[in-house]
């Protein structure tokens, strides 16, 4: 937890005042003194102001979506800094962290889904979010796709189902017609959504429709170290962490200390991995972090690989704690249906325009244009939480996996980050670490009644595995 920083007023005690005035001789070690007090006093002064600054935004930010002060106040002694990425992140925390916070008032600040590009590229068909199929009013709440006015299709297809929370999937159903056929797809040992319930767990062991489970590992696929350790750490079983002999597509790097971490991390991205595999540092490979804190964490990773991979030059812009660059690799944090950029979404700055208080950003080659008073919805993405990359998949995966995530070292977000990763995936850390998130299934329990529910009604046959 960190103080509110104090006035933005800075006054000069009077003695400080009385001896600046009576020292009208330029003697060598009056200088001297003069100068070190300047300096002193002038760093305060800029750390001061740049504080202020950052809790300015924060304030702008919380009162945009009708987070009144006090509340607002509450919300940046909890989360400092970080607290705009949070709110953005998970904003269900606010309810679990913060007294006198519930989920409604979460809410108001979530826009919860993930752009259906993965699955337009697979399937050759459009695809669309849930709340973009659904006609979601951003404004005023709600869906306009309803019993009254359902969806006009024959078969609805879901992927990526356990991200969907109880509230969205309830909405959902409402609106799928009766003579519709629905096929939810979708992997209940990856994280569950951020918001309350697990529907798609509940679905599936309350027994009520058929339920085919893929469960072989193929010869091709056994031959890829990624699926293989995946499968591993699902069963609750460490990982292959031994040196692999001749090429591989999943390694394990050593690191002791936080600091070791960093530095490790650093290099694989921008020189180790990029001459091995021929991988693009800043657009094939992505840092997956457990936790958003912490010196490990995704906060200041992004910072130290921003530095080593797109040093800022004089053409940049600093809003809401981040710098933002031409060349620099960001992700927008909400959905966004006027610009059409949305919750997960990668892109890279074009440019940044100090005159016109704008910045561009490529998003699969088409040019989105936000101005600076907008990069709220942007941070920048050398480094993610495995909780923002559920339903995204990269060429090349780096995790940080040390005992200082010790709150976050669970099995499904492991199993969640291995399997992000399409060529490589490279865990940085300690053994000890990925043991406990081995071990760890806490953070699959959710109570629900969801499948006693469903399960009071007659239960078709289960469909046997292909």
Same mark, same amino acid.
């Given at each position: 937890m960190r103080p509110m920083p104090s006035g933005g007023v800075i006054r /000069?005690?009077? !003695?400080? /005042?009385a001896s600046s005035r009576s020292s009208g001789r330029r003697g060598s070690s009056g200088s001297t003194i003069g100068a070190a007090i300047g300096q002193v006093r002038a760093k305060r002064i800029t750390d001061a102001w740049a504080e202020q600054k950052i809790v300015r935004e924060i304030m702008v930010f919380l009162h945009s979506?009708? =987070? #009144?002060?006090?509340r607002a106040v509450r919300i940046y002694k909890t989360y400092g800094a970080d607290a705009v990425q949070v709110m953005t992140e998970n904003p269900y925390r606010l309810a679990r962290d913060i007294r006198g916070i519930g989920f409604k008032t979460a809410d108001t600040i979530a826009m919860t889904g993930r752009a259906a590009k993965r699955m337009t590229e697979a399937t050759g068909f459009e695809a669309k979010t849930i709340h973009r199929l659904l006609e979601v009013d951003p404004k005023g709440g709600g869906f306009k796709r309803s019993p009254d006015n359902p969806l006009e299709c024959d078969l609805l297809v879901v992927d990526e189902t356990s991200m969907v929370d109880v509230m969205l999937?309830? +909405? %959902?159903? *409402?609106? =799928?017609?009766?003579? /519709?056929?629905?096929?939810? $797809?979708g992997d209940i040992d990856q994280l569950p959504s951020v918001g309350p319930g697990q529907a798609l767990a509940d679905i599936i +062991?309350? #027994? +009520? $429709?058929p339920v085919v489970r893929l469960t072989e590992i193929f010869r091709q696929a056994a031959q890829s170290r990624i699926i293989t350790g995946a499968h591993k750490?699902?069963?609750?079983?460490?990982?292959? %962490? /031994? *040196?692999? @002999?001749?090429? !591989?597509d999943f390694y394990f790097v050593q690191a002791d200390d936080p600091e070791t971490a960093v530095s490790r991390i650093v290099e694989l991205v921008k020189t180790r991995i990029p001459q091995r595999f021929g991988l693009d540092p800043i657009r094939d490979i992505q840092v997956l972090c457990p936790m958003n804190r912490g010196g490990v964490g995704a906060r200041s990773l992004n910072i130290e690989l921003q530095k080593a991979l797109n040093p800022a030059g004089e053409r *940049? $812009? @600093?809003?809401? #704690?981040?710098?933002?660059?031409p060349g620099d690799k960001v992700m927008q944090i909400e959905n966004d249906y006027d610009k059409e950029v949305y919750n997960g979404d990668i892109g890279y700055i074009d440019d940044v325009d100090p005159d016109d208080g704008e910045l561009t950003a490529s998003f699969d080659g088409r040019a989105v244009t936000y101005g600076f008073g907008e990069l709220d919805t942007l941070v920048p993405a050398y480094a993610a939480t495995i909780h923002k990359s559920q339903g995204s998949e990269y060429p090349a995966v780096v995790i940080p996996v040390m005992t200082q995530h010790y709150a976050m070292l669970q099995r499904n977000l492991l199993y969640t980050g291995v399997t992000r990763g399409k060529r490589l995936v490279v865990l940085v850390g300690q053994k000890k670490a990925v043991a406990i998130a081995v071990k760890n299934i806490s953070g699959r329990r959710r109570w629900s009644k969801l499948d006693e529910w469903l399960g009071a009604g007659p239960s078709p046959a289960r469909t046997p595995n292909p």
């Open positions: /000069s005690s009077p !003695s400080s /005042s979506h009708t =987070v #009144g002060t006090a999937m309830q +909405a %959902l159903l *409402k609106a =799928v017609p009766d003579n /519709s056929a629905l096929l939810i $797809v +062991a309350s #027994g +009520a $429709v750490i699902n069963q609750g079983l460490i990982p292959d %962490l /031994s *040196k692999p @002999e001749g090429d !591989s *940049k $812009v @600093e809003r809401f #704690g981040w710098t933002f660059a």
